[in-house]
């Protein structure tokens, strides 16, 4: 670590990662030229920092890890790299010094940390701050960077929601904190405020994506240089309202002084489902369906040819053929290719990277679907000579296409009967069989696009005023705008309906755009004392964002091939057409203060102003402090054989949250497109309450962050107490008011707590081999503390004070009765009859604890990196979806283990074909607690083997790598997917990349 308060200051106004100081001095008749190489011992380290010990005068390794500088024969060089330990060579009238440097454990004092508005270290930060960086990142083949995310992070719990490609992530950072509104952080790429909500619409995007488009797919993994994310209240507490559910920064790579480098990254991946449902056969499937048709009473017509209509499973479809559907329909293989060309160079005054990548990626699905996906970034930094003037420009633009099935194939390959029909008859057209089923097949001439186009613009611009101090501006832009259709032609239904392009065949279409600006002018003054040191920063934000949304929906044309010609429909439908903006306004303030370099202080607020709250209610106040003891370096523990770093931070604030929607304080309505004798018809949408104001959040946490053994062992572990009250809650209305719910505070307390542990090892490590672990766990546990008036509300259902806002009210099965064979329940209210108010029988899906352990092996050019991830949870299986024997489609077979006859004892109740009602208990089974059971695992989530080709050339490198995603997944969960736990959606897929990189 550079202890000179200068280099410090320098480092604080200028750093946001920024690892390289390079200044020049006129040349006296004193100065030497000093010339030499940085290594690791074996190959040269480029971007190494050359810096003259107690001055601002440096230079950067070039790629070959060569340097010269210009220095007095008396002065002494300091080289740092990120990951080594800073060394100090005196010069002693050589002009060349060869330097070797050996990597650190975890180089506290060096390590650049993002915490938005400033940067810090590990040593010197007070808040709860978890960093996954490009090296963890690039080691995985995934599309989205949330991806790379999963298990890395302790406190961070983030679940795919789709495997198909362009699908989105739910996340959550310490738990959910509010009933009603999004659990999503704030997410900021570059300095700007970046939307994660999805602008699909589920009329549009169907069951495939369900609406769930994730905007971050915009991002490039391998442009990523970082990814932090804030936790507690001295993390977030400076964002205000956008902070309350954490805030995620995502910092891309920056150029690198020194030779001009060309890079040429090129991959490709296979994906496939990696786990099949253990199924009936159609021998087990039949005798199941005819003996739940005779269970119901109905075995006589089994002979009867005109009830084939009924059950064309059992008696017109072939009673011999077996079709695993699931690999018809979901065990294809996708294929993913990639290539990447960044450019990087620059001088000491001005760096640049520009960076282009292309995507194509298909599906497990049959077809021909496809996902594209083009991205560019361009990221330009530049200072003057005096090192007064700074400005940095940043650039992401992506377009992406995605061709899909509009329908999730998952639920039919889970569900299709194994004897059901051939896709195709002898013609190669689609087999209808005698009109008997729907083909699945025939949704393939369905056709669903999206385009998306996303830009994300930066810049920021510093002076310095004096010194010490600076002034700074944020200035930012964001556009993400989206266009998909559907369409469903009359070719794509059984011809036996009639329907024709002119009655049926149409086009539903959404054109979504959002974009917003931002505006954050600051000023930043710090001042080294003798044995303190005080930065000061004071700062305004003006934001806004503006959304516009058109859906609509055509019915009848001419012939097919107009069907996406909206205006040769016969009916043209306005099914939304809405428009609105938001407005931010804050004023934030941070003072740090450090003493003798042991005790540090962290003050952060901020006064909100949102356009989502009515007059008198728009502006709000947020704040924290946090506060760190680096005891280590007290007397006692200053030169410890064993004890190399320790520090106690605890910190406490306040943040807020608007996420509510806009104009919820208004009385609006919505055009619903149709007239009545010549009138426009306008439905009521919200209900007017300018009496409702700022959700409130506040965060409690102590940690503890110990080093072993010159911090060949870190051990930092955190507790935290957040609360959430004055919640904002749509409270459901009477139909015979007009309004579905009126929006308004409620008297209510969520609270989550937990206890994260994050240990980082250096097993072993010589010359040759090195070998480092981390593992990381959280303990989470949310529950609901108050909720006024909740036995008499609408939600007396859906919560229950003390226990978790995500828990299900079930009933308490009691398994089959041997004397019936019916499904038996538990009658709370005693009155005979089992009904609603009987699910009292509670059941908690959120995870116990979860985390991920990894371990990384260096030897030579060898590199092994293999991350498990674990989660302790409770899921739905499969009597969720289906509790009974003998319905038609298929199911798992351990249906077969039925009541048969008086007297059985078994698991599953006696088969039904679902035609007697009033004895089939299969939907109470399927809300009860008998379809809850534990779905925990432990997931080899990545590993990544990369080698380093030994080549004569000394201007190029290159490098081979063969990655693993999802590989194997140990668990008693019989679903598709523990974590996803449902069989309706396309599990995340197993996927194997070997890649190829080229530097030169």
Not at 285 to 304: K, M, P, Q, S
Not at 484 to 489: G, L, M, N, Q, S
Not at 618 to 634: C, D, L, P, Q, R
Not at 745 to 761: C, H, Q, R
């Amino acid at each position: 670590m550079i202890n000179n308060h200068k280099s410090v200051r320098w480092r604080r106004i200028f750093g946001c990662n920024l690892l390289f100081i390079i200044f020049t001095l006129p040349l006296t008749a004193q100065d030497l030229l000093v010339t030499g190489k940085v290594t690791d011992g074996n190959l040269p380290i480029s971007g190494s920092n050359i810096l003259i010990k107690n001055t601002k005068k440096g230079v950067v390794t070039d790629f070959d890890g060569r340097y010269s500088i210009t220095a007095k024969s008396t002065d002494t060089l300091q080289i740092s790299y990120l990951g080594y330990t800073t060394l100090t060579i005196p010069i002693q009238n050589r002009n060349i010094i060869n330097i070797s440097l050996h990597e650190d454990a975890t180089a506290l004092g060096e390590v650049q940390i993002n915490a938005g508005y400033y940067t810090t270290t590990d040593r010197e930060k007070t808040g709860s701050i978890a960093r996954i960086t490009a090296k963890d990142i690039e080691f995985q083949p995934v599309n989205n960077p949330i991806a790379a995310m999963q298990g890395h992070l302790s406190g961070v719990n983030i679940v795919q929601s789709t495997g198909v490609p362009g699908g989105g992530f739910n996340i959550d950072v310490r738990g959910r904190n509010f009933i009603n509104s999004s659990s999503n952080p704030l997410f900021i790429v570059d300095g700007v405020p970046f939307g994660s909500q999805s602008l699909s619409v589920g009329e549009v995007s169907g069951r495939v994506l369900f609406g769930n488009i994730s905007p971050l797919n915009a991002m490039n993994s391998n442009d990523i240089e970082s990814i932090e994310v804030l936790k507690d209240a001295d993390a977030t507490a400076i964002y205000g309202s956008r902070g309350a559910n954490g805030v995620v920064l995502i910092t891309t790579k920056k150029g690198v002084a020194g030779k001009t480098q060309i890079k040429v990254n090129l991959s490709n991946t296979l994906g496939e489902v990696s786990h099949f449902l253990d199924l009936m056969n159609t021998e087990q499937y039949l005798e199941v369906r005819r003996e739940g048709v005779i269970n119901d009473g109905f075995g006589a017509l089994l002979e009867d040819s005109t009830f084939d209509f009924i059950w064309p499973d059992i008696k017109s479809w072939d009673n011999t053929r077996y079709t695993n559907w699931q690999k018809a329909l979901i065990g294809g293989t996708a294929h993913r290719n990639y290539a990447q060309v960044s450019v990087s160079g620059g001088n000491p005054n001005t760096r640049f990277l520009i960076s282009g990548a292309h995507q194509k990626e298909g599906t497990v699905f049959p077809g021909n679907s496809k996902y594209l996906k083009t991205s560019l970034l361009s990221n330009i930094n530049h200072r003057s000579d005096a090192d007064r003037f700074a400005i940095n420009l940043s650039t992401i633009y992506t377009r992406e296409a995605n061709s899909l099935p509009r329908t999730d194939f998952s639920y039919l390959a889970y569900n299709l009967e194994p004897n059901a029909p051939r896709l195709y008859n002898e013609a190669g057209e689609l087999n209808w069989e005698n009109n008997s089923w729907n083909n699945p097949i025939a949704s393939l001439k369905e056709q669903y696009e999206v385009m998306i186009h996303t830009l994300i613009a930066n810049a920021s611009v510093s002076y310095e005023l004096m010194p010490n101090l600076q002034i700074k501006s944020n200035l930012g832009f964001n556009k993400y705008q989206l266009n998909d259709f559907r369409t469903i032609p009359s070719s794509a239904l059984n011809p036996v309906f009639g329907f024709t392009p002119q009655n049926f065949s149409n086009i539903s279409t959404n054109a979504s755009d959002r974009q917003s600006w931002i505006v954050e002018p600051q000023l930043n003054w710090y001042n080294q004392y003798k044995w303190a040191q005080l930065d000061v920063l004071l700062g305004t934000t003006f934001q806004q964002e503006t959304t516009q949304q058109l859906v609509q929906k055509g019915t009848g044309f001419p012939n097919n091939q107009l069907i996406q010609n909206l205006a040769a429909g016969d009916i043209i439908e306005v099914l939304r057409d809405a428009d609105s903006k938001y407005s931010y306004n804050a004023v934030f303030g941070r003072l740090n203060l450090k003493l003798f370099d042991t005790y540090i202080i962290n003050l952060t607020g901020r006064r909100d102003g949102s356009s989502r709250f009515g007059p008198g209610k728009k502006f709000g106040n947020f704040g924290s402090v946090g506060a760190a003891w680096i005891f280590s370096e007290e007397v006692i523990f200053k030169n410890s054989s064993w004890l190399s770093f320790g520090k106690l931070r605890t910190s406490y604030g306040t943040t807020g949250s608007d996420n509510i929607g806009d104009y919820k304080f208004l009385s609006t309505y919505n055009v619903t497109g149709f007239d009545y004798d010549g009138t426009t018809i306008l439905q009521p949408a919200g209900l007017l309450n300018p009496e409702f104001g700022w959700e409130s959040n506040q965060k409690l946490e102590a940690a503890l962050e110990l080093g072993f053994f010159k911090d060949r062992l870190r051990l930092n572990s955190s507790w935290y107490r957040n609360r959430s009250s004055n919640q904002l809650i749509g409270i459901p209305l009477a139909a015979t008011t007009g309004f579905s719910e009126l929006t308004g505070n409620f008297n209510a307390t969520v609270e989550n707590t937990g206890l994260e542990v994050d240990i980082n090892a250096v097993n072993y490590q010589n010359t040759k081999f090195k070998w480092t672990s981390t593992f990381n766990i959280t303990i989470p546990n949310n529950r609901l503390v108050t909720f006024d008036g909740l036995e008499s509300s609408t939600f007396s259902e859906r919560f229950i004070i003390g226990k978790p806002i995500s828990i299900l009210k079930l009933y308490h099965a009691l398994g089959v009765n041997p004397e019936t064979g019916l499904y038996q329940f538990e009658d709370y209210n005693g009155d005979g009859n089992i009904g609603i108010e009987d699910r009292q029988w509670v059941e908690d899906l959120t995870p116990k604890f979860y985390g991920g352990l990894g371990n990384t092996l260096v030897y030579g050019n060898f590199t092994l990196d293999v991350f498990f991830q674990f989660k302790k949870q409770k899921a739905k299986n499969e009597l969720a979806y289906g509790a009974t024997p003998g319905y038609q489609g298929n199911a798992s077979v351990k249906l077969l283990d039925r009541w048969q006859q008086p007297g059985d004892v078994g698991p599953i109740q006696m088969a039904s074909s679902g035609l007697n009602i009033g004895e089939d208990t299969n939907g109470l089974q399927g809300m009860s607690s008998a379809a809850i059971s534990d779905a925990s695992f432990v997931r080899l989530r990545n590993v990544s083997l990369n080698y380093k080709v030994p080549i004569s050339s000394k201007t190029m490198e290159v490098g081979v790598y063969l990655q693993g995603q999802n590989l194997l997944t140990f668990t008693r969960y019989s679903g598709p997917d523990p974590e996803q736990a449902t069989n309706t959606i396309l599990p995340p897929l197993r996927q194997f990349t070997l890649g190829l990189q080229l530097t030169f």
